[in-house]
């Protein structure tokens, strides 16, 4: 992928870590930037290699806020976007989400046998923790 469309993708899904810093900091997503969706690396049904291969969408749906996954067999998860510290839950509510950060500059967002790569930062003194 060229580093404009990197670029673009970083900035399209921008999602600032807050609270505490250090490797468990929870997402931060009232900090998601841009209204761009954009195709992430994931790994799925318990695939061992992430490829680019997820498209995002972004939905407004009054108040409520969530994030699309969108899989390339038709298949997709829903994330709500909450502010309460956790970042980003499952929308359906079936099944837990887990925030990772990766050294990247990334974090990994986990359900099931689903895993997400999405661009992130860590913003300072965010979250006070």
Do not use: W
């Amino acid at each position: 992928m060229p580093t404009s469309d990197r670029l673009m993708l970083a900035a399209g899904l921008l999602l600032a870590l807050a609270g505490c810093s250090g490797p468990s900091a929870p997402a931060d997503p009232g900090a998601l930037a841009g209204d761009e969706d954009a195709r992430v690396s994931c790994a799925l049904a318990g695939e061992t290699e992430f490829t680019e291969q997820c498209d995002v969408e972004r939905v407004q749906k009054g108040e409520r806020r969530e994030l699309v996954m969108r899989h390339p067999d038709g298949g997709f998860r829903r994330f709500e976007i909450v502010t309460d510290g956790r970042g980003l839950v499952a929308a359906d509510g079936s099944e837990e989400a887990v925030v990772t950060p990766l050294a990247d500059g990334r974090i990994q967002l986990s359900v099931g046998s689903d895993r997400y790569r999405i661009p992130a930062t860590i913003r300072p003194g965010a979250g006070g923790g």
